[in-house]
């Protein structure tokens, strides 16, 4: 998609906000306006240019003169001119080293078969007198002594000039044209030259060499610090920065995670862009970059002025986890700094949160898209959008059409609470942007609880009974607990836990109910420690819940996973409640449909997953599936489960 990217400074008097726009997509251009050029701060930066061109060519002259101070023996038989192959004093011999004959190979091998004759002398083993005698002789042969001139010229120019850093980035396409040259040839030399070149030790070395020369370099000059950064731009791998217009400078505004200048580090926000691959940016506007850098291919040499803000130490990005708690399309977002790099999701989706940097635009990828998504995308940060959603509530609180329906809705909500008896807190109060989640596998001998979920009429109670009548030593219910008096054929802790009525309403105000209610003056409610129960038996624990008892059940410890069973079609429904004998009238269908749609949008967000009861064969299989699933696949879960 993007490979660079532009980033916008509209101008109208003063500045307002900023936005950025992939470099490599097309865009309204008239909406963009171009900066002023300053002319005499080009003329400042073309006049670094020409410094730098100047000391580039000075360096590369430099290479090839030896500098007597780069060795200290050098510098020492440079101030002595006394000491050396014609003068050989006995002090003298024990200072001259290699360093000292670089400059004459031929007085080198004079001394030594001076050397060599007094040796022969000095022997009289005869075996020994003819082997020095066949070294003198080697010594003397003129294609030896010329093989040492040129042995010699090349020890100088490798141990007096060392280079920085590699001389091309280019080596592994050179050694594979010398490969495919050498395929047909059947000489010796070219055979060997082939094995060297194919030593996987040499292509390693190529490999880390391609990254040395990719490596930044600074140089010093009329008080300004200018960076020469080469980065590959492949095909398939964008480079990952945006940029953004300020005056006539065009600087760094965004590294975006998975891109080459990311991965390079050679980046930094707030470097200014002076050229690219010999070309001048100063004074381009950010389209010109756009259309420059789409022609470009292969390295990229950026020169930068490197940014004059104070760079936090470095630390480890970690990465974290969330699952959205509202949609998000940066199409629809006059906030987002780039359209192009803004990520899309829906309530529910797990984020992998890859840079906080940026504490109103965080980096993250969707769960399942790191494959398929090479940059990261740009998503609201937590505060951002908690800031925004409080704002927009405010201003809708204060609109008079709403205050009339939020007096209403009061109204209505103190009426509800005199005739409830179930103590869970009004969630939608809350502003809800992420979750921080956690991956968890649920042992073998805890299940998690499964909670069936929708609107009456969905099918989602049937498909509990059916569970448990075929599998009954599998799955479970929590024994209930009431106050009314037990029947004879009842046994407590079997059909229901008798209690006192004092007692259940003081467990009830200590939130020890996931769900209870009143049914001919007598009180019924499910416990967390029942389902705990059936929990540590090793079954399965089936929950039917009402939406106000989800806020209770997260809050336990028992790590439910809950499934929403939401209706099919008007009319699809109709087909079967009819062959359960129903005979519902139209309207009653369309209230479960919009008691269902209603669900969804204020409590999908909780919901684990989600089955249409279409058939109830396929609904019931695709229950049994999800439920499987939990012992071979880890979950998402809120982290604080694990706490």
């Known amino acids: 998609m993007s490979h660079m990217n532009g980033y916008v400074q509209e101008a109208s008097g003063q500045a307002k906000s900023h936005r950025e726009r992939a470099v490599d997509c097309p865009g309204d251009e008239s909406s963009l306006v171009k900066s002023p050029h300053s002319s005499a701060h080009m003329e400042r930066i073309q006049h670094y240019q020409e410094e730098l061109k100047k ?48 400059q004459d190979p031929v007085a080198e091998l004079a001394e030594l078969l001076q050397a060599l004759k007094w040796a022969h002398h000095c022997l009289t083993d005869a075996q020994s007198q003819q082997d020095v005698e ?31 850093s590699p001389l091309t980035a280019q080596a592994e396409d050179l050694c594979q044209k010398v490969q495919k040259i050498l395929q047909s040839s059947q000489h010796q030399e070219g055979l060997e030259l082939n094995a060297l070149l194919t030593n996987p030790h040499l292509q390693a070395h190529g490999s880390v060499a391609g990254q040395e020369i990719a490596e930044e370099s600074l140089t010093q000059y009329i008080g300004e610090t200018v960076k020469l950064v080469r980065l590959e731009k492949a095909r398939d791998t964008p480079l990952g920065a945006t940029v953004r217009n300020d005056m006539d400078s065009v600087l760094v505004s965004r590294v975006v995670k998975g891109g080459a200048a990311e991965k390079s580090g050679l980046l930094t926000e707030g470097d200014e862009i002076l050229e690219i691959n010999g070309t001048s940016i100063r004074g381009k506007h950010v389209n010109e970059v756009h259309d420059l850098l789409q022609q470009m291919q292969g390295t990229l040499t950026f020169l930068l002025i490197p940014s004059s803000q104070i760079k936090p ?3 480890r990005q970690t990465v974290m986890h969330v699952r959205a708690y509202f949609d998000y399309d940066p199409s629809d977002d006059p906030f987002v700094p780039c359209r192009e790099l803004g990520l899309s999701f829906q309530k529910g989706d797990i984020l992998h949160v890859i840079s906080q940097d940026d504490p109103n635009w965080w980096q993250a990828y969707r769960d399942g898209d790191e494959d398929n998504q090479p940059l990261a995308g740009l998503i609201p940060g937590k505060s951002f959008q908690q800031q925004r ?48 989640m956690s991956l968890y596998h649920q042992p073998a001998n805890r299940k998690r609880p499964i909670g069936l979920i929708g609107p009456t009429n969905s099918g989602h109670d049937e498909l509990r009974r059916r569970l448990l009548s075929i599998e009954p030593e599998k799955f479970a219910v929590a024994v209930p607990h009431t106050t009314r008096t037990s029947r004879t054929h009842e046994r407590n802790g079997r059909e229901y836990h008798f209690v006192s009525r004092p007692g259940f309403e003081t467990d009830l105000t200590a939130g020890k109910f ?92 909780f919901f684990d997953a989600t089955i249409v009861n279409m058939d109830p064969d396929q609904a019931f299989h695709e229950l049994r599936r999800l439920i499987d699933k939990l012992d071979t696949e880890p979950q998402w879960v809120p982290t604080s489960w694990l706490c």
């Not at 405010?394 to 179930?422: F, M, V």
């Open 55 to 102: 000391r580039r060519e000075e360096d590369s002259r430099g290479k090839h003169d030896i500098d007597p101070n780069a060795s200290l023996r050098l510098k020492k038989l440079s101030q002595n001119p006394k000491v050396g192959i014609d003068n050989p004093t006995f002090e003298g011999k024990e200072k001259v080293t290699k360093d000292a004959f670089l």
């Open 134 to 164: 066949l070294i003198m002789q080697l010594l003397a042969k003129e294609d030896f002594k010329n093989a040492y001139a040129i042995y010699i010229a090349v020890s100088q120019q490798m141990t007096s000039v060392i280079p920085t």
């Open 313 to 315: 130490a470095p630390h």
């Open 389 to 436: 959603e409080t704002l927009k509530k405010t201003i809708t609180d204060r609109s008079p059409e709403h205050q009339g329906r939020l007096w209403y809705a009061k109204k209505n909500k103190r009426q509800k609470k005199k005739s409830t008896t179930t103590l869970s807190r009004n969630i939608d109060d809350d502003i809800l942007t992420y979750e921080e």
């Open 514 to 605: 996931i769900e209870s209610g009143e049914y001919e003056k007598n009180l019924y409610g499910t416990s967390t420690d029942s389902a705990r129960h059936v929990i540590n038996s090793g079954r399965i624990c089936m929950l039917c819940l009402h939406t106000r008892s989800l806020q209770v059940l997260r809050s336990s410890n028992l790590k439910p996973y809950v499934i929403f069973i939401a209706p099919p079609s008007q009319e699809r429904l109709r087909s079967l409640l009819a062959s359960d004998g129903k005979t519902p009238k139209p309207e009653e269908l369309k209230e479960v449909i919009e008691k269902a749609r209603e669900m969804e949008q204020n409590f999908g967000h």
